[in-house]
């Protein structure tokens, strides 16, 4: 007699994140990605991994698709060809419910902040606790003002629209929004860009500790070659449309492709390793 096999069907919705994600594997994996604005190729082959717990620096030239590959990861591009993996999760072909627990784990800052400018920073920094938790008011609105604490703002920053803050501090909200959620991975999109060199080594050192004290894994795009050398792990480096070397910063320094021997040993790179050795002697 014949017995039919039955598979169970998992409801997604009954699953925690947990059990949706890969909680082992590197956070983002890139491979064979090709990206393309009509017939001007931006990635051909591009491969990229980060791995969970580190600080990735991604660096390349001016038309290198830095922010392309940043907006095809979170999903706001798609891709022509390759995958793109988020806690384990192709993302081109993931269901909604994995969806909302691969974004209930991320945290986005873009380059200029990406503010609601109608809302306060506290409104601000709730919204995605409104979106995604079934918490009281009170209880994010208490939780808002920690996040904003805990990005260095003071407490009469809550009340301000973003037109009210110095860029320096619209930075800190935009972070303390990409926070809001507790994630694991943190998206940052050239966040010393447009400040002074002391508000932009103010905010290093905050995404240092941050990382170090949440045990956050941080995707960097950046040209700050003092961020570079003070709180990355590894930096990867886009030229010819893919990524010709990761490693850490001090040995990319001895790498032998033009573009990297130019960016780090150049006028800019040379001026900032003198700067740095100075400060350190």
């Keep these: 007699?014949?017995?039919t096999a039955h598979t169970e069907v998992v409801n997604e919705d009954d699953l925690s994140d947990d059990e949706l994600l890969d909680t082992e594997g590197p956070a983002v994996e890139v491979r064979g990605l090709r990206s393309a604005f009509g017939e001007n190729i931006i990635h051909d082959g591009l491969d990229l991994t980060a791995e969970r717990g580190e600080v990735l620096g991604v660096?390349?030239?001016s038309g290198a698709g830095k922010s392309v590959l940043l907006n095809t990861i979170i999903g706001l591009r798609a891709p022509q060809?390759?995958?793109v993996r988020v806690f384990g999760q192709d993302i081109e072909h993931a269901s909604r419910r994995r969806w909302t627990a691969i974004e209930r784990r991320w945290g986005v800052l873009f380059q200029q902040g990406a503010l609601f400018s109608n809302l306060t920073v506290r409104e601000n920094v709730a919204a995605p606790m409104f979106e995604h938790t079934h918490l009281t008011r009170p209880e994010i609105h208490d939780l808002a003002d920690l996040k904003i604490a805990l990005v260095g703002l003071g407490p009469e920053a809550g009340d301000l629209k973003p037109a009210e803050l110095s860029g320096g501090m619209r930075k800190r909200a935009g972070l303390a929004r990409a926070l809001a959620l507790d994630p694991e991975l943190l998206f940052l999109d050239e966040p010393t860009a447009g400040l002074d060199p002391i508000s932009a080594a103010a905010f290093d050192e905050l995404i240092k500790d941050l990382s170090d004290s949440l045990?956050?894994?941080v995707f960097m795009i950046t040209h700050d070659l003092d961020t570079l050398y003070e709180i990355t792990d590894r930096v990867a480096v886009i030229a010819?449309?893919?990524v010709v070397a990761t490693a850490p910063v001090r040995q990319l320094e001895h790498a032998d492709h033009?573009?990297?021997r130019e960016y780090f040993l150049g006028p800019r790179g040379r001026a900032?390793?003198?700067a740095r050795a100075k400060t350190e002697a």
């Design 1 to 3: 007699m014949n017995e």
């Design 81 to 83: 060809a390759g995958t």
């Design 258 to 260: 033009p573009w990297i």
């Design 240 to 242: 010819d449309k893919h």
């Design 215 to 217: 045990d956050l894994t």
């Design 272 to 274: 900032a390793n003198a």
């Design 59 to 61: 660096v390349g030239g």
